[in-house]
């Protein structure tokens, strides 16, 4: 098959220093089906934004159909040929179907063509559903049809501008299993009319059983490509994690001590109205660091916010000591010495328009210690957040510069400071050091195992499988909502096992593992 | 350093968008005026130039601090209320009900009371968008709006049925208050009335509320992120409907502080849009307590300007209107004032470097 | 008394005639309201750009002695100052909020201004002999007993006001600018991604927010009552936002709210010219308002209700 497309040594560097591509090197041929695999934060979606116009390599070089190509906006690569269903829906939910297929594009009639020809729209439209077997009903507003529907009007969408090439950003993170079957009969149909797709998702049995070639992505570089057929999820899981990023924590072995969480058959709903939470049970002891590893979107932020109080349980309980925490608001449950450094700190975790006193007294301001009479104590608070921010680390001018004003590292120290200033029984840890300098990173995990050596039982979640070996003494994967595995971290437990059971393709005796 | 030079650059933002809507209305009188330098003199220099002028600038400023204080307030909760002009009238009705209509008794018990009444009046009409914001997620804007009408009407109907003085001469007004609880004068014979005093108070009682204590703590973060505010456990629907009657009672307060200043009774469509004027008080002042005291000043003082501007020239008054809308649109320019701190942002790293 | 006088209004149809004149500038106000809102700009400063339009009418029109001319002035006079709206928002980042807000001080005071400038009044301008808006008396029908009432002697604006709503259901549904529209009031950025300028889109909706308000401004001078009176509008503006929310955002849903608000005009109209009505005209004013917050209530319940079956 004749090549199509040849991205060659592409390096984007952001202005704030980031370096989302490092390197990489992408060749699709005509009409095939190319895997875009790698975990988050790869450089994937970096990839291929770049190859849509909508970001500027720093470095490399395009060349499609032959020929050089720079595009100065998606306009450009429509006008190409190019077309990219985007993982978050593009589309306006009041407008019908073919309104949002033909939009920006329509038919038109009438003098100076001033109307919508709307029997020339219905017959183009009509045309392409038939065309391409991708059944929606047109005239129904996009708000009132299904996830999977909405989908293929966005891949009608492309394919009404003419696209040959077409990219496929995640496409089945929203889909059920029926749907996405759905979308992969559609996807070979394209195929048989003379596409290509690029396919880029994480999930390793659909790349087995769709594509033809795979090109694997790990800290912005491309690692390999390969042939679907040639290969094995194995193989493929093995080259995404790698063994780049370490993480080396020097600690103790783990003295665990009561239970302090017990989490049974615990069910919950996500944004959407879907179950997102399906049945888990685990305990958590005094004394020890229990990781939850899983892909992104598997229930982690879900199990966190239903413990924080932040989300309503469907099913289940949840025993903290001798209470019940299902019932307790968050103010109560903050109370009770649970901290919470949440997974997003720049919006939940902390007010940035705000002042780092103001950040740390979250827990405290109503506190007789901080009082003087109906008033807060202004020094009290100045001299506690000095003192945070001594232990802590944090740098900054002084305890009333705005949050906004710190980097990454230091706001999440001052979020972690606030966390543990209560001295929590229970610390749950969300994505504790993502997007942190390194030096954050090694103080943060310092200071969560000393808290698990005081007796604190600690839950930790991150993306970050490396960081989950590296704190936790055991672990449990979350995949789909449900614990796949309950592992002991012992030296012998590698990363490409925890893999398999995040990637869906092994899977624990629940009743085994309790 | 940080926040003191952000302040700084904040301030000087405001008093630059101060200075250039003032060039805006110098302009226009230099268009439409034949006489435009005594004009411009009238309008700046007149205001100060007797103690009696000087009084009404405080009266006219006295209801002016007190709404900028009620928008200051919801505003700082992220409600954007449009609701003071009718929580102002209800304020002012109940107050001015227990004014006139309670039994003889001491002045020193009645005029309390009567503080009360218009807060708890202002208070509770401020509650009803408050609960549909917070617990229905109703859009404050309209129903604020809409409320307002609804509490001129109602207002209107009473002073003008049931409620009108016998000796009203035709006037939709209640009976006279008893001079015993109205405002006096601070000195005999200037023309300016306590409610300054009572304005200034409600300032530093807003502050200290904003500032240093947990109600405030919370407000202000309601306003400043939800999201964080939630995860604190700060129960922010209760928070929100909170900072909305604090709004509507400082509102009232400032009708009946009107009435009992100035008016001497309750009188159909007194206000002319004192609630409206305190929202550009509240921008201007960016919500601060001593900020609406400055803001509130200072638009009093072009208020008389253009009365003696009116008097002293052929300059109509309104074009302080022109001074006004410049104010709001130049001062709320988010544009401008990013860019003053992106241009400091990067000569600071310049400096640094 | 109140309900003989109101009966033998509607038995004479002249309640028609009246709701039909009160309904108009409320039914255009709200059009211009609605197509800014479909844009994703909302404009409250309707208030202004209609008193605004209303002093330019009359003004115009008096001293050219021709009514079209100052209908149009007031139009081109709102159009400009709801593009100025357009350069504070869109390129100032002023909220539109406050930008409307501050669109409604400047049309009360400065029509005072340039009334007190121009003419040296304060409190009205009422030019003598100025022309009105031609009443449309159409020929045969007007003869005809029931119908002659219900369709003849109508000012033309009236027409106008109806037949805008059956060109804004064309120009929102049935055109690609339509289309446009609502996408960029909805996703932005799904717009922006396929080519559609959506600042562009979202001047034209305030400029059209501002030609619509313009005419309803120019009605209530040249048309309603032949003269200008200051902060004559006395609301309009913001009964047409309660109209556009009433009406569900389309067009004929709009005619609808018109016509109820229109009614309650009309019938606080007749309740305040007879003595001693036992209803309170001020309650009657108070409908539209009253209305208002209940659908919100009521739409703010169906969708909590909504809500209720996700966490």
């Known amino acids: 098959m004749p090549i199509l ?143 999977g529907q909405k989908q293929r009007v966005e891949i009608l969408k492309v394919l009404y501008r003419g696209a040959k090439l077409i990219i496929l950003d995640e496409p089945t993170a929203v889909l059920t299993p029926q749907e ?30 769709i594509s033809n070639r795979i090109t694997v992505l790990r800290a912005g570089k491309s690692i390999a490509t390969l042939l679907t057929q040639e290969t094995n999820q194995e193989e493929i899981s093995r080259l995404m994690v790698g063994r ?90 903050r109370r009770m010495k649970v901290g919470h450094v949440p997974e997003d700190r720049q ?59 710190l980097s990454g590292g230091n706001l999440q120290k001052v979020v972690v400071a606030r966390e543990l200033s209560k001295n929590p029984l229970l610390l749950i840890a969300s994505q504790p050091t993502r997007g942190v300098d390194i030096g954050a990173i090694e103080f943060i995990h310092r200071e969560i195992i000393k808290r698990r050596d005081g007796g604190a039982a600690v839950m930790v979640v991150s993306a970050e499988l490396s960081e989950v070996m590296a704190l936790s003494d055991r672990i449990i994967v979350l995949y789909d909502g449900e614990i796949v595995a309950l592992l002991d971290n012992t030296p012998d437990l590698t990363e490409q096992e925890i893999g398999y059971y995040m990637l869906g393709i092994k899977k624990q005796e629940l009743e085994a593992t309790r | 350093m940080k926040s003191s030079k952000a302040l700084f650059l904040e301030v000087g933002g405001i008093l630059a968008a101060v200075v250039t809507a003032l060039i805006c209305g110098f302009v226009v009188i230099l268009l439409t005026s034949s006489e435009p330098f005594t004009a411009i003199s009238a309008l700046l220099l007149d205001p100060l130039s007797s103690t009696f002028n000087i009084g009404t600038i405080l009266n006219k400023a006295v209801p002016l601090i007190l709404t900028g204080l009620a928008l200051s307030v919801v505003f700082q909760s992220g409600v954007f209320s449009m609701g003071a002009e009718g929580q102002l009238y209800i304020g002012a009705f109940v107050g001015a009900l227990a004014a006139v209509y309670l039994p003889a008794m001491s002045p020193w018990i009645h005029f309390p009371l009567v503080i009360v009444c218009a807060l708890l009046g202002g208070a509770l009409f401020g509650m009803i968008p408050g609960v549909l914001k917070a617990y229905l997620n109703a859009n404050e804007i309209v129903t604020t709006l809409m409320l307002n009408f609804v509490a001129i009407l ?146 009093a003082y072009i208020q008389v300007g253009a009365q003696t501007m009116q008097f002293g020239s052929d300059m109509p008054r309104e074009v302080a209107v022109i001074i006004q809308v410049m104010l709001v649109l130049l ?23 | ?100 807000f501050a669109v409604n001080i400047f049309g009360s005071g400065f029509t005072i201004f340039l009334m007190s400038k121009i003419y040296g009044m304060t409190g009205n301008y009422s030019p003598t002999g100025a022309p009105r808006i031609p009443v449309v008396n159409i020929p045969f029908i007007e003869d005809i007993p029931v119908l002659g009432k219900l369709l003849s002697g109508h000012s033309l604006m009236v027409w106008i006001a109806l037949l805008s709503v059956a060109f804004c259901m064309f120009l929102i549904y049935r055109t690609p600018y339509g289309v446009h529209l609502r996408s960029v009031g909805e996703a932005p950025y799904a717009a922006q991604s396929l080519g559609i300028p959506a600042k562009r889109i979202q001047y034209s909706a305030l400029a059209w927010s501002g030609a619509f308000a313009g005419l309803a401004g120019a009605f209530m001078s040249n048309g309603l009552t032949n003269m200008f009176v200051k902060d004559m509008t006395a609301g309009t503006g913001f009964l047409a936002l309660a109209v556009v929310l009433l009406g569900n955002r389309n067009p004929i849903g709009i005619l609808l709210g018109s016509l109820i608000f229109g009614l309650a005009s009309a019938l606080a109209t007749i309740v305040q010219t007879v003595p001693n009505s036992p209803i309170p005209s001020q309650f009657i004013q108070m409908i539209p308002y009253v209305v208002t917050i209940a659908a919100l209530v009521f739409f703010a319940l169906r969708n909590k209700r909504r809500l209720a079956t996700m966490p």
């Open chain 1, 244 to 333: 780049d990023v370490l993480f080396r924590v020097d600690k103790i072995p783990a003295e665990p001590k009561d239970v302090v969480l017990a989490v049974r058959d615990l069910g919950a709903l996500d944004d959407k109205g879907t179950l997102a939470l399906k049945g888990v049970s685990f305990t958590i002891r005094g004394g020890e660091v229990l990781g939850i590893a899983g892909v992104e979107g598997n229930g982690q932020t879900e199990l966190v916010e239903v413990i924080t109080g932040l989300r309503k349980a469907t099913t289940g309980e949840v025993r903290y000591q001798d209470k019940d925490l299902l019932a307790a608001s968050v103010a109560e449950i």
């Open chain 2, 331 to 353: 001062v709320s320019a988010q544009a401008i004032f990013t860019y003053i701190k992106q241009r400091y942002a990067r000569s600071g790293q310049k400096a640094v470097k």
């Open chain 3, 1 to 100: 008394m109140v309900w003989q006088t109101i009966w033998g209004q509607i038995v004479d149809l002249s309640l028609v005639a009246v709701l039909l004149r009160l309904m108009t500038p409320i039914l255009l106000a709200s059009l211009g309201g609605l197509i800014s809102d479909i844009g994703g700009v909302i404009n409250i400063g309707l208030e202004g750009l209609m008193l605004m339009s209303a002093f330019t009418s009359i003004a115009v029109g008096s001293s050219t002695g021709n009514w079209a001319v100052g209908v149009l002035a007031g139009v081109a006079t709102s159009v400009l100052i709801s593009y100025g709206m357009g350069f504070f928002s869109l390129k100032m980042k002023v909220d539109i909020i406050i930008t409307g």
């Open chain 1, 347 to 405: 919006t939940a975790g902390a007010s940035l328009t705000s002042s780092i006193a103001e950040n740390l007294i979250l827990d405290h301001y109503r506190n007789p210690d901080f009082k003087w009479g109906p008033f807060i104590n202004k020094k009290k608070v100045k001299q506690f957040a000095k003192v945070m921010m001594d232990t802590f680390d944090v740098r900054a001018q002084n305890e009333e510069t705005m949050a906004g004003a």
């Open chain 2, 154 to 299: 109602t207002t209107s109907y009473f002073v003008n049925n049931q409620l009108k003085a016998a000796s009203g001469g035709g006037y939709a007004k209640m009976e006279n208050i008893s001079k015993d609880i109205l405002l006096p004068k601070i000195f005999p014979g200037m023309a300016a009335h306590a409610g300054i005093i009572i304005a200034v108070v409600a300032v530093i009682i807003v502050y200290l509320l904003m500032y240093k204590t947990s109600i405030g703590y919370e407000l202000r973060l309601v306003g400043k992120n939800g999201h964080f505010a939630r995860y604190g456990g700060i129960a922010t629907r209760k928070v929100i409907v909170v900072s909305v009657m604090i709004s509507g009672a400082l509102a009232g307060l400032a009708g009946i502080v009107e009435v009992l200043g100035i008016h001497g009774t309750f009188k159909e469509n007194f206000s002319a849009s004192l609630g409206f004027d305190g929202i550009i008080i509240a921008l201007l002042a960016r919500n601060h307590p001593v900020g609406v005291l400055i803001a509130a000043l200072f638009y």
């Open chain 1, 5 to 147: 497309l040849e991205m060659k040594n592409i390096h984007k560097v952001y202005p704030n220093g980031t370096a989302a591509n490092r390197g990489v090197d992408l060749t699709v041929h005509e009409g095939e089906i190319h895997a875009l695999v790698g975990e988050n934060g790869a450089g994937k979606s970096t990839l291929m934004k770049i190859l849509f116009g909508l970001e500027a390599p720093t470095d490399g070089t395009i060349e499609y159909k032959g020929q050089t190509v720079t595009f100065d906006g998606p306009r450009d690569a429509i006008k190409q040929g190019m077309g990219m269903v985007h993982q978050h829906f593009m589309l306006a939910p009041s407008l019908t179907v073919s309104e949002n297929i033909v939009l920006g594009d329509e038919p038109k009639k009438g003098v100076f063509s001033m109307f919508r020809d709307r029997a020339k729209e219905f017959k183009e439209v009509e045309h392409l559903i038939s065309t391409y077997g991708l059944k929606v009903n047109m005239q129904a507003k996009v708000e009132s049809i299904p996830v």
């Open chain 1, 180 to 209: 996405t079957d759905e979308l992969f009969d559609s996807i070979k149909a394209l195929v048989s009319q003379g596409h290509t797709i690029i396919f880029i998702t994480h999930k390793l049995r659909e790349v087995m059983q």
